[in-house]
């Protein structure tokens, strides 16, 4: 009976989990109609992706100290009504400003929810038992996290971005009813302690400044002073804060974790895992969309492959771990999202959904084996404070993981570019000069063709026809050319023979024209498909060159694995 309640109580730690993670990754598909609907600049949409996850790695951690002090299941009910009262806000924004504060508060919510979900799941189940509730907690987090872009898509494809907030209320009120059924939401069991104000202090602003220059490194430069007062001070908070946390009776985060080699592999992995996991789950999309010119739903349900084969490895990996051990299973699962993204380089513009599906899926047998272990090797052992603090730090971890991802792909992103864009246009200024017209008008297309270049217009039939149309040798033209050639051809013709010759002159004058007009619309044609194709190429190896670059990297951070030989200290 206990067992069967406890189930239940895991699932219910569940929708807090797959609310709080989804939102992470729902309004990536969602930010072009919410732009253009609210008219607010990139800089506003930028804040309005980035201040949910930044606040989670912020606040996940002292929040996650004052459920332990005031009582979990208290907290994990005032996250969910915090989390939809945050949606309603963000639902009915009118200015980017707006929207942007009402992130802020559903962060709040979800920084509640993921630490006190774990806790409270884990608990719910004995020692014994604990695996499954680790597995079902852990396949939530890696699927909900995946599922945001797919289903974010559909959401406002057929009912609207305000509907990608609205949908979270419904399961807001439905958990808080089932937290009062289900939970002991009086005399629960509570730390005794005082909140350790300095070392909250210092935990947020490290954390704060540290994601902020991740961020904001783009923009303001990586080197520059902003970004190295950033890196200054978050150092120097972080220094603070271990200092403080040694000496403090009731430290914000008990050092004590990171005793337990186990879990500082795991913590590591954490992040690794959700950096090379967002590394296509946010760019690919863009590629399909920009690149390929699908829609976003079509891109969002190419991606999906992603979920279905987390969800379906993730328990199996977690069953797996005590029978063939963490070092290979973990170490398994870093190889094939290697082998994922080497193949992601390979796609390319005519790439098949084939092509683009079963790496995806092959990423998604990766992550999932990483996914379930990690989860279970984070919290199996641990009891009281230090199963709160281990998921506490674990939930700032995977947000950090996420900013890491979004500033390490979308600055070498936007770094590729810019490289490849000026090799387009060193190319584009080499063929420009094989059109047989005068260097004036070989400007002039080269201008337009730069123009294209920047607002990346790259369908090619729309190109042609707009160069064609705009530098071809009109029919004015040719009238012209062929009435000046004329003339001058009959000029010292006998007035008596003036009318005839100029028939005969005429046609043969316009037949040429008509040839050489032909020959130089043909050449630009040529110029037009030859930097169409050419920026089709590079520009697709913008996107394509970072998965190759990571492949040997998700190698190499596969080594990680090696920190799982032997077993965990039993002091902890």
């Known amino acids: 009976m206990e067992q069967s309640k406890g189930i ?22 969602a930010l072009p109609a919410i732009q253009t609907n609210l008219g607010t600049t990139l800089e506003k949409m930028s804040w309005i992706l980035n201040i949910y996850t930044m606040s989670i790695a912020v606040l996940a951690i002292p929040l996650g100290r004052i459920a332990d ?112 059924i289900l939970l002991q939401v009086r005399n629960e069991e509570r730390v005794i302690s005082k909140i350790d104000w300095v070392g909250c202090v210092l935990c947020s602003s490290t954390i704060f400044l540290f994601t902020l220059v991740l961020v904001k490194g783009n923009a303001w430069g990586w080197m ?57 789950t946010v760019l690919l999309p863009t590629f399909l969309t920009k690149m390929q010119n699908r829609t976003e739903l079509t891109a969002s349900l190419l991606v999906t492959p992603i979920s279905a084969m987390i969800f379906l490895v993730s328990p199996f990996a977690g069953i797996l771990l005590n029978k063939i051990g963490k070092v290979p299973i973990i170490l398994l699962g870093f190889i094939a999202m290697s082998i994922s993204y080497f193949w992601l380089q390979m796609i ?14 092959l990423l998604g047998v990766g992550y999932g084996l990483v996914v379930g272990p990690i989860t279970i090797l984070t919290a199996s052992s641990f ?37 490849n864009k000026n090799k387009i246009e060193q190319f584009a200024e080499e063929k420009v000069r094989e059109i047989h017209v005068d260097k004036k008008e070989q400007d002039k297309i080269l201008l337009a063709a730069k123009d294209k ?28 050319l062929i009435q000046q050639t004329v003339g001058k051809a009959i000029k010292d013709i006998p007035e008596n023979y003036k009318e005839i010759k100029k028939v005969e002159i005429t046609k043969q004058v316009t037949k040429e024209v008509e040839e050489e007009s032909e020959k130089i619309n043909d050449e630009i044609q040529k110029y037009s498909q030859d930097i169409s194709r050419y920026a089709e190429k590079e520009l697709a190896m913008s996107f394509t060159d970072l998965y190759k670059v990571s492949a040997p990297i998700i190698l190499v951070c596969g080594l990680v694995s090696l920190l799982f030989i032997g077993r965990r200290k039993e002091s902890i």
Request: net charge positive.
């Open 8 to 29: 239940k109580i895991v699932f219910l730690m569940c929708l807090g989990i797959f609310l709080c993670m989804i939102d992470t990754t729902i309004m990536n598909i």
């Open 69 to 180: 002090i005031f009582g979990k299941a208290k907290m994990y009910i005032i996250g969910l009504f915090v989390f939809g009262f945050g949606s309603i806000l963000c639902a009915f924004a009118n200015t980017g400003d707006f929207l942007i504060f009402s992130r802020f508060i559903q962060s709040i919510g979800a920084a509640i929810l993921f630490p006190t979900s774990m806790v409270i799941g884990v608990s719910a189940m004995p020692i014994a038992k604990r695996n499954i509730a680790l597995g079902i907690l852990g396949v939530t987090q890696g699927l909900s996290a995946a599922m945001g872009p797919v289903i974010g898509g559909v959401i406002t494809q057929n009912l609207g971005w305000r509907w990608v907030f609205l949908v979270n209320i419904p399961f807001c009120i439905a958990g808080i009813i089932l937290c009062f």
């Open 224 to 280: 520059s002073g902003l970004a190295w007062v950033c890196y200054v001070t978050s150092s120097i908070s972080f220094v603070l804060f271990i200092l403080v946390e040694r000496k403090v009776v009731s430290p914000m985060v008990n050092l004590q974790l990171f005793k337990d080699r186990i879990f500082v592999g795991a913590s590591i992995v954490v992040i690794l895992s959700n950096l090379f996991l967002i590394g296509v």
């Open 348 to 361: 390319s513009i005519q790439s098949s959904n084939q092509e683009i599906i079963l790496p995806c899926m």
């Open 383 to 419: 009891e009281g404070e230090l199963l709160t603090a281990s998921q506490s730090v674990v939930s700032m971890l995977r947000q950090v993981g996420i900013v890491l991802a979004v500033a390490i792909f979308v600055s070498s992103l936007t770094h590729n570019l810019t490289i």
């Open 453 to 480: 270049i920047n607002e990346n217009n790259l369908e090619e039939s729309n190109q042609k026809k707009q160069v064609r149309e705009k530098f071809g040798v009109t029919q004015e033209q040719k009238d012209a």
